[in-house]
């Protein structure tokens, strides 16, 4: 099956909701950032913690670029496979302030 039903104790580390991985409602976060939006991020954490140093992301980062291949992957679930993802993954968007509406999709 591409989604699993078994237990979120028994999943590989990559396919673990995030909200069990973070902890989100008992630990204090002092960044959280998304990765469709890393370059800003990066900046913000860049001149907070290393007084604007010459770190910088890969050059081969494309944010947009990366976007848009996962939209056009979207485009080729079926919406039954993606309302079980969403199912599973349901606190994640929550928390994470994502819509389940996926813009690629309608």
Excluded at 54 to 66: E, I, K, T
Aim: net charge negative; aromatic share 14%.
């Amino acid at each position: 099956a591409v989604v699993s039903t078994q237990s979120t104790g028994t999943y590989n580390v990559h396919w673990t909701p995030w909200f069990h991985l973070t902890e989100a409602c008992q630990v204090k976060y002092d960044y959280i950032g998304y990765m469709e939006d890393m370059e800003s991020a990066f900046s913000l954490i860049k001149g907070n913690l290393f007084n604007n140093t010459q770190l910088s992301l890969p050059p081969a980062y494309n944010a947009h670029a990366r976007n848009e291949e996962v939209k056009g992957a979207y485009r080729t679930v079926p919406s039954s496979i993606l309302n079980l993802v969403y199912a599973r993954y349901q606190d994640d968007f929550v928390i994470g302030g994502y819509s389940r509406q996926i813009e690629c999709i309608s």
